[in-house]
T-cell receptor, first 113, second 114 residues
Framework: KAGVTQTPRYLIKTRGQQVTLSCSPISGHRSVSWYQQTPGQGLQFLFEYFSETQRNKGNFPGRFSGRQFSNSRSEMNVSTLELGDSALYLC????????????FGPGTRLTVL | GNSVTQMEGPVTLSEEAFLTINCTYTATGYPSLFWYVQYPGEGLQLLLKATKADDKGSNKGFEATYRKETTSFHLEKGSVQVSDSAVYFCALSDHTGTASKLTFGTGTRLQVTL
């Protein structure tokens, strides 16, 4: 069974630009969660999608948004990039969320210059 | 809100030494507890989990017991190997209905030397 895939793996943007990251969950998984990992703040929850609906959200500004498609693939978008958005963005999928194990992808390393 | 506190790293051990990485948590209700491991350049891998008090999670020689009375979930391994060098994250799962999110500790870097 293929694991969680994330594209692209690396991305360099400049301040003010916007970026879209993609996550393909494990086949059959309907829950996709996104996390931001930085040296200063550690791992922080962004949001969770299940069956195309956002059902949990972390404490991030509205510049961070996401969506999920009918095939469970998910995208997250960051608009008006700031230097502080430089981070590793991790996507995790699970069968239903809740108590089920979350399987993480390798992440997308975003650098904002 | 929920939080996880784990010991600062880095932790440097010789091969075959005993490992303990402390983790304590603050949460409402009855969270599930996890240890994840991150190898360089990779995402997180679930190492072990425990879903209720007194449960012991174990995998690859690592163990952790869910202690509700001390709100702790310390990770232990009797004999570490060089290949165990990685960053270890303690986490809890906060359930709100069927939704969930993981709250992570800051991570503890383990370096094992020959």
């Amino acid at each position: 069974k293929a694991g969680v895939t994330q594209t692209p793996r690396y991305l360099i943007k400049t301040r003010g630009q916007q970026v879209t990251l993609s996550c393909s969950p494990i086949s059959g998984h309907r829950s996709v969660s996104w996390y931001q990992q930085t040296p200063g703040q550690g791992l922080q929850f962004l949001f969770e999608y299940f069956s195309e609906t956002q059902r949990n959200k972390g404490n991030f500004p509205g510049r961070f948004s996401g969506r999920q498609f009918s095939n469970s693939r998910s995208e997250m978008n960051v608009s008006t990039l700031e230097l502080g958005d430089s981070a590793l963005y991790l996507c995790a999928s699970s069968n239903t969320g809740g108590l089920n194990e979350q399987f993480f992808g390798p992440g997308t390393r975003l650098t904002v210059l | 809100g929920n939080s996880v506190t784990q010991m600062e790293g880095p932790v440097t051990l010789s091969e075959e030494a005993f490992l303990t990485i402390n983790c304590t948590y603050t949460a409402t209700g009855y969270p599930s507890l996890f240890w994840y491991v991150q190898y360089p350049g990779e995402g997180l891998q679930l190492l072990l989990k425990a879903t209720k008090a007194d449960d012991k999670g174990s995998n690859k020689g690592f163990e952790a017991t869910y202690r509700k009375e001390t709100t702790s979930f310390h990770l232990e391994k009797g004999s570490v190997q060089v290949s165990d060098s990685a960053v270890y994250f303690c986490a809890l799962s906060d359930h709100t209905g069927t939704a969930s999110k993981l709250t992570f500790g800051t991570g503890t870097r383990l370096q094992v030397t020959l």
